[in-house]
């Protein structure tokens, strides 16, 4: 088979998909991705997937350069006439399963979280569900990566119950990343928040909480990892960042390419997140390297933690709730600690394995052929 790849980030297809593109590979597939150039784009070459350059603003809302991407989109298809065609995020989902229904080509999207659209009842939000509804009326299956986003779709008609298929996030490579051991002991301990620095991801409240606890644990680190929210709805640039980190309590690391050394050296992986997530890769990773978790009940979020076995759960938007979570593994035992720790490697094992979601996809493609 043909199979197009569609999606915002060649970043986020290479580092989060490559062992499903590899898989293809290993079938036969002849792969052509289509997404926005940046750094990670020369690895598609390296892997033999064709590549098409399609320039997007993922957050948009220009008509006119909204109808220009779905044009590109349907050009691009029209042209290489995929046998399918896979889509993530937003707009590659809705304006790909467009084009490929015009075309006849079966395409398969993949709603890695509803984002903060979903929360609204305005005029835009009623237009991205309608679009959500008309696009996906063929598709043969929907993947979805959380329980509650398949209810609310099914629940609001978007999709049809024999079309929602639910995966375990992106899934996790486990060889990749692998279990190590936790470096700290009593108070000596190291939370740690992957993630762009976006309000959304609950950056604030982490570091309301890290300034709760210092004084009383002065020994406990707090690590901030990952790009600048600048230029992002919600997202704290550098200069807000450094405000953030002046009184010395919370250190920022900044991006980096391989997040394991740094996952490595935490003891606790945090992400008090309210948003509508899928389910978070930095959890999945973190699971696997066999780190304790404190995240939010928010869906996505909720299902990486089984509450008080491989971490604890916490309020949205509340740094109190984050600072008692945070407290409570400051006084654990190394023994506990460490229990947990396996406790969420364990689940990695037994529930986010990339291979299931690997499975999902070459199933659905063998049906569609």
């Not at 809705?94 to 979903?118: D, E, W």
């Not at 992957?194 to 309000?199: D, G, I, Q």
């Not at 089984?306 to 759960?313: A, I, V, W």
Request: glycine share 8%.
């Amino acid at each position: 088979m043909r199979i197009l790849l569609v999606a915002n980030s060649s970043f986020k297809l290479i580092n989060f998909r490559r062992s499903l593109l590899q898989q293809l590979q290993r079938e036969g597939h002849e792969l052509i991705a289509a997404t926005p150039r940046d750094e990670y784009t020369p690895e598609f070459q390296k892997m033999g997937v064709t590549y098409v350059e399609l320039p997007m603003d993922a957050t948009g809302t220009s008509v006119v350069a909204e109808l220009k991407l779905l044009l590109r989109i349907f050009e691009i298809t029209r042209r290489h006439k995929p046998d399918a065609a896979l889509g993530f995020t937003i707009k590659p989902n809705i304006y790909g399963a467009m084009s490929s229904r015009l075309l006849g080509v079966p395409f398969i999207p993949n709603i890695t979280g509803m984002g903060s659209v979903f929360d609204r009842d305005d005029l835009f939000a009623r237009l991205i569900k309608t679009l959500y509804k008309t696009a996906f009326r063929r598709c043969p299956r929907v993947f979805l990566q959380n329980p509650e986003d398949l209810a609310y779709f099914v629940r609001s008609g978007l999709i049809t119950k024999q079309q929602a298929c639910l995966l375990p996030g992106s899934g996790v490579d486990l060889t990749n990343f692998q279990i190590t051991a936790l470096p700290g002991a009593g108070s000596q301990r190291t939370f740690t928040l992957v993630a762009r620095m976006l309000k959304e991801k609950g950056v604030l409240e982490f570091v309301e909480a890290a300034r709760a606890l210092a004084p009383n644990f002065p020994d406990a680190r707090f690590v901030l990892l990952g790009p600048s929210g600048s230029g992002k709805a919600g997202g704290l640039d550098e200069a807000d960042i450094k405000r953030l980190t002046a009184d010395g309590v919370v250190e920022y690391r900044g991006p980096v390419k391989d997040v394991r050394p740094v996952v490595a050296d935490a003891d606790c992986v945090v992400l008090p997140s309210y948003y509508r997530e899928g389910t978070p890769r930095s959890l999945l990773e973190a699971a696997a390297m066999g780190r304790p978790i404190i995240t939010t009940t928010m869906p996505g979020c909720k299902d990486v933690v089984d509450e008080g076995q491989n971490g604890f759960l916490c309020k949205p938007r509340s740094g109190q709730s984050i600072e008692t979570a945070m407290r409570q593994f400051l006084l654990m035992s190394e023994a506990a600690v460490n229990e947990m720790g396996t406790a969420s490697r364990r689940k990695a094992e037994q529930t986010f394995d990339e291979r299931i979601v690997i499975n999902h996809y070459t199933s659905v493609l063998q049906q569609a052929s």
